[in-house]
């Protein structure tokens, strides 16, 4: 057993935290470690020449710098003197992230060499670089894990890996091209969300012939096997969620999937599963009527339209009263029960309140939200597309697709260092940068999305560990109102630097014209007042910032209409995961699940103080399941006013809960105006986290 | 407790109140020892050479007898001796209790004996905040203070002190067992042996006594009683497995400890005259040797491993919907009324 584990799993054998333990655990990590197992080079050329000359760095990025330059930026950030602040955070840091030898013996980069070669390789002009750097460096702000471990390198992997689908339409060609898009981006690390409400039920027609397709289920079973084939080289397996509508023939099939009582056969094991769930069926919830689900074949016969594109709230009726349309007439709470139902053994399926969404939609004109990702925060419009058979790829129409590049604010340093719009801004560009490098040839309707809609998503971690930190209670009235507050003056910063960016480049992401966005009807609630802390200790803890007002929002307004926006979207809350403990943070804005948390790998069992526990602000580190939901619910519900995208909110229940404990929970979040809900976690189950699409 | 109507009388030593008492009191007095007379100190080159796992797992084993023979001496010895009837027997409860506290003041002394200071600390502040010990002592101390001083509750207590000095105290004497069986740590293996005697003898006294109470229920009574035995069993079951998993996870002998619980649940149920809880299985050779006695079986736990569970359904109400969606909401958009601002830009 390596000693650095020893004193870390020492941690939690006192009561009053003595992170002592940690920090002597940090410390002998790196002196018996970390350090003695670095390659050592005599200056920076000789490091920089040796990373080239092997193959780990891209030659290409030192062409737009010159050495002194690339100097500059390696001395700031090691000027800087970081220090992790957990040995959980260096661990993770140089185990998953610094680059190693091929034999995994030695480190080729320290925390600096990483965050240095990430700013230059993100940035244009040294300017840029050495502006990024300090945030990096700082963490003010941290990349998606993608972005942070391939950035820099030659022989590198993709600086995104969250991705979402539209590509399968009710065609074989479209299925078996979905199957081949999955696989080419799984293999690369890739979680995928994959819209299937297109698809003919079960025992719809083929060609006319009655009764014999074999449904949503069908696919899913090949999607389920191809995830865990194209694997990343045997690494980690691959990791992908369907959505289907709940108003879709086949809904229990899928769910039944993932109960625990499905034999083999009929089981997804690792696939995801997302419900959207339109306003109707709440409806329908609420009044205790039946509803009936519909087979998407039948409707294209009758109607010549495709499932995803009836409006619910306008169509149900009509299509409900059409005895030529087939569908099956069944009790919204029975399957809200089995909703609830299914959550509690596995926590799927993850739910997608699609009035919530696309009531919120800035771009209505490109299209509706009916889908969502991996971990169920990316929100923006897709469009099918359609594939044909080889040699007729010419009729092909591409879609929009969706690739999701994120990265995370750390809400402490953002807000301590005085300047959010630096910090934001930053990001922001950080973004466009990943956004402008990606390129995903292999999936046209991702490339298409990317090029033309520049989607980006900047979302926060650590509200916990900061309030916490500021003694302030989560979910707590002064809690809200800094939680409103600070996502209303990055909504205001990140919104700000994208209009910049379409400013000075002259680049306006295509359908800003007939947007909400053009008509200024989306910042409405930023023009009648302003979002300025309302209770003291939150304006204690803005003080010095200057906070954006409405006067601001209105030239803001101006400008947009002026010069148009980069990008189709700008945020969205990630559920963070191995960034945050390098970052120090609590998990994005959801409350801690231990105070002391312990993670268990296949090498060693680690101990995570949460950020700043001590005697006093451990009261303030109220454990997830102790807590209502309603606290939980009213912080993302009081964020999303501010997010263009979604949060991935996770319920967290005691083992004790029943089915209409989650259902009143499913009911609040909906009428509070969350759009998404994540898994469903209840005390000692464990269920696998999404790893791919965590930041 | 009943008030003493008759007057208050003596002890008489040859007029025995039951055909065992006096001989476990005998017994007790000729096992009678103290910790000091051991020399401990022999095992600190030893402990010195234990791998950081083994020594956190032997101290933090003893930290929660500790803790569980503090309960006995303090706790359950006190309620169990103010409960039965007749001064012998509650002398020789008495005396139990004292040897409980013996025990305690033992592993203190080791702890002082190997650890620094702050180690010593750190041990005392595990204790205090181990999920599983705690919950351990909170079930039974829950027992052991419950106001119910029926036949059916006295049995209860007793059982529960059985229970910790049968089964529960074995997690943590596997493995001081263990190492001695391997020549390491011989003279703390010498403590261990003299209190594994000791908490042997206590168990099969006060399962005696158990079963007198449980047979003077009726049938009724009997068959509650014998519900809430395995019920709580497999509580303490559950918790002594997880217990065990965080105390022998890094010394790899979760499994062998495992089966040496269940092992002395068996002890245990033989010793109360109720049906066993586990199949037999095989125990440690090692650690058989060191308590001498013999079984075989399979694991009893191995549910299927999945991370599922199953969760409880229970319907929502209309007063559910009215209290927490007063009225069907209209989902319609309505327009929002445009702002002075918002028409001004409009216009721009």
């Known amino acids: 057993m390596e000693r650095w584990i020893e004193l870390n799993n020492k941690v939690l054998s006192g009561t009053e935290i003595n992170t002592t333990y940690d920090t002597d655990a940090l410390q002998v990590y790196f002196q018996e470690k970390v350090n003695p197992n670095t390659v050592f080079f005599h200056d920076l050329k000789e490091k920089i020449r040796y990373m080239t000359e092997n193959g780990v760095w891209d030659p290409s990025i030192f062409e737009r710098y010159s050495y002194d330059e690339v100097q500059q930026v390696f001395n700031r950030a090691y000027g800087y003197k970081f220090r992790f602040k957990s040995f959980m955070g260096a661990y993770k840091f140089y185990s998953e992230y610094a680059t190693m030898t091929p034999d995994r013996s030695r480190w080729l980069e320290r925390y600096e060499d990483r965050m240095s070669i990430t700013a230059l390789a993100r940035s244009s002009n040294v300017e840029e670089a050495l502006e990024l750097v300090h945030h990096l460096v700082n963490q003010t702000f941290t990349p998606a894990t993608p972005t942070l471990m391939n950035s820099g390198k030659a022989n590198t992997g993709r600086l995104v890996s969250c991705f979402l689908l539209q590509d399968c339409t009710d065609n074989l060609n479209s299925i078996t091209k979905t199957l081949s898009f999955v696989a080419e981006l799984s293999k690369g690390g890739g979680g995928i969300g994959v819209e299937v409400s297109n698809l003919r039920a079960r025992g719809e027609s083929l060609r006319g012939i009655q009764n014999v397709t074999k449904g949503v289920m069908g696919v899913a079973k090949m999607l389920d096997n191809m995830l865990r084939y194209a694997d990343q080289a045997g690494q980690r397996p691959g990791a992908g969620a369907i959505y289907l509508s709940v108003m879709h023939a086949d809904f229990m099939d899928v769910l039944s999937a993932k109960k625990i009582a499905s034999d083999e056969d009929s089981r997804l094991k690792t696939l995801s599963v997302g419900a959207t769930i339109p306003d109707i069926f709440m409806q329908k919830v609420r009044s205790g009527e039946d509803i009936y689900q519909f087979y998407p074949h039948s409707i294209e016969q009758e109607t010549g339209r495709e499932f995803t594109s009836i409006d619910w709230n306008s169509e149900y009726q009509e299509l409900a009263d059409n005895p030529r349309i087939r569908k099956k007439r069944v009790s919204a709470r029975r399957i809200f029960e089995d909703i609830a139902i299914t959550q509690g053994e596995s926590g799927y399926p993850y739910l997608l309140f699609e009035g919530n969404a696309n009531r919120a939609n800035p771009i209505p004109n490109v299209g509706k939200i009916l889908m969502s990702n991996l971990c169920s925060e990316i929100l923006q419009p897709t469009r099918p597309s359609y594939f044909h058979a080889y040699g007729e790829e010419h009729k092909d129409t591409i879609g929009l697709d969706v690739s999701c590049n994120l990265s995370s604010l750390v809400i402490e340093q953002t807000v301590e260092s005085g300047d959010m719009g630096r910090v934001v801004g930053a990001a922001i560009r950080m973004l466009d940068d990943v956004a402008r490098s990606t390129s995903v040839t292999e999936v046209p309707a991702v490339k298409r999305a990317n090029d033309e809609m520049r989607s980006i998503g900047l979302g926060a971690m650590g509200l916990h560990s900061f309030l916490a930190k500021n003694e302030l209670i989560y979910g707590s009235e002064e809690a809200l109102d800094f939680v409103d507050t600070f996502f209303a003056a990055v909504h205001y910063h990140a919104r700000k630097a994208s209009m910049e960016i379409a400013r000075d480049t002259g680049f306006v992401f295509g359908g800003f014209e007939g947007s909400r966005y053009a008509d200024g009807s989306y910042f409405e609630q930023y023009l009648v007042k302003d979002f300025a802390p309302k209770t003291a200790e939150v304006a204690a803890l803005f003080e010095g910032h200057t906070l954006p007002t409405k006067e601001d929002w209105a030239q803001l307004v101006r400008d947009i209409q002026q010069h148009g926006l980069a990008h189709s979207f700008v945020m969205a809350i990630a559920p963070t995961g191995s960034i945050s403990y390098v970052s120090h943070a609590s998990a994005s804005i959801m409350p801690i699940t231990e105070k002391v948390e312990t993670r268990t790998s296949n090498k060693a069992r680690t101990i995570y103080p949460m950020p700043h526990l001590n005697v006093d602000t451990e009261w303030y580190y109220e454990e997830a399941y102790d807590m209502d939901m309603n606290r939980v619910l009213d912080t993302v519900a009081t964020a999303q006013r501010h997010v263009d995208q979604g949060i991935s909110c996770t319920l967290f229940v005691p083992g004790t809960s029943s089915t209409r404990d989650l259902q009143r929970y499913y009911i609040q979040a909906y009428l509070k105006g969350v759009k998404t809900l994540y898994y469903t976690r209840m005390r000692k189950t464990t269920i696998e986290e999404c790893l791919t699409c965590a930041v | ?348």
């Open chain 2, 1 to 348: 407790m009943q008030p003493h109507t008759d007057p208050f009388s003596a002890t008489n030593w040859s007029e025995p109140e039951d055909g065992f008492s006096t001989t476990f009191y005998e017994k007790y007095t000729s096992q009678l020892w103290f910790p000091e007379e051991i020399p401990l100190s022999n095992d600190a080159i030893v402990w010195k050479s234990l791998s950081d796992a083994e020594r956190w797992t032997y101290i933090h084993a003893s930290a929660g007898l500790n803790a569980l023979d503090t309960l006995q001496g303090e706790v359950g010895m006190p309620a169990l001796r103010h409960l039965v009837d007749g001064h012998i027997r509650k002398a020789t409860i008495q005396f139990q209790g004292m040897m409980e506290d013996i025990h305690a003041k033992s592993y203190s002394l080791m702890n002082k004996t190997f650890l620094t200071t702050s180690e010593e600390r750190e041990v005392f502040e595990w204790v205090r905040t181990q999920p599983q010990l705690q919950n351990k002592i909170s079930i039974i101390m829950g027992i052991y203070n419950d106001p119910d001083v029926s036949n059916l509750g006295l049995w209860k207590k007793m059982v529960v002190s059985c229970m910790l000095e049968t089964a529960l105290f074995y997690s943590g004497f596997f493995y001081p067992l263990y190492l001695a069986g391997q020549g390491r740590m011989v003279s703390a293996g010498e403590i261990f042996n003299l209190i594994i005697m000791d908490e042997a003898v206590h168990g099969v006294y006060v399962a005696l006594l158990a079963q007198e109470k449980f047979a003077e229920m009726n049938e009724a009574e009997q068959a509650y009683a014998l519900a809430w035995y395995e019920d709580t069993l497999m509580r303490l079951y559950r918790n002594e497995l997880a217990y065990t998993e965080m105390l022998y996870a890094e010394v790899g002998l979760v499994d062998e400890v495992k089966k040496f619980i269940r092992y002395n649940f068996n002890v245990l149920a033989d010793n109360l005259g109720v049906e066993r809880s586990f199949e037999d299985e095989e125990i440690n050779p090692i650690v058989r040797n060191g308590i001498k006695a013999k079984g075989t079986t399979h694991d009893f736990f191995s549910a299927k491993g999945n991370s599922y569970s199953k969760i409880a359904v229970e319907a929502l109400t209309e007063e559910d919907m009215d209290d927490i969606w007063p009225e069907p909401r209209r989902v319609t958009r309505k327009e929002p009324a445009r702002t002075p601002l918002l028409e001004a830009l409009a216009h721009d």
